[in-house]
């Protein structure tokens, strides 16, 4: 099975820049995530965006880099049956003509 969230809408202190430290700004979370359905045991799409929300508010990264390698380890330790997992997080108000971000995927070995 595979569960997708897009555009989970965040307020968030993130970014290395002296007001993105004090100002929380919005950023949008897109997650797929792989995973192993049997038996009933499912992973409820409502508490993986609680989740995410709570990582990203109360870890205050400083480079999306960090806060996506912080959400991988997250939601890896969190649902074990996750065999791979795309996150990208974009940054839709630092820059005036467009929005900007990250990406990455993982693969469970």
């Known amino acids: 099975m595979t569960i997708h ?7 968030t202190i993130i970014g290395l820049l002296d007001f993105e430290r004090t100002t929380p700004q919005r950023v949008i979370i897109d997650l797929e995530a792989e995973y192993l359905y049997k038996d009933g045991e ?14 990203l508010q109360t870890q205050k990264y400083e480079l999306l ?8 380890h997250t939601l890896i330790m969190s649902y074990p049956t996750i065999n791979q997992l795309k996150l990208k997080i974009l940054k839709p108000d630092i820059l005036d003509n467009c929005s900007v971000g990250l990406s990455c995927e993982w693969k469970r070995a």
């Open 5 to 11: 969230i897009e555009s989970l809408h965040i307020n």
């Open 42 to 55: 499912f992973i409820n799409y409502a508490t993986v965006a609680q989740l995410i929300e709570k990582n």
């Open 65 to 72: 880099e960090e806060a996506l390698q912080g959400l991988e």
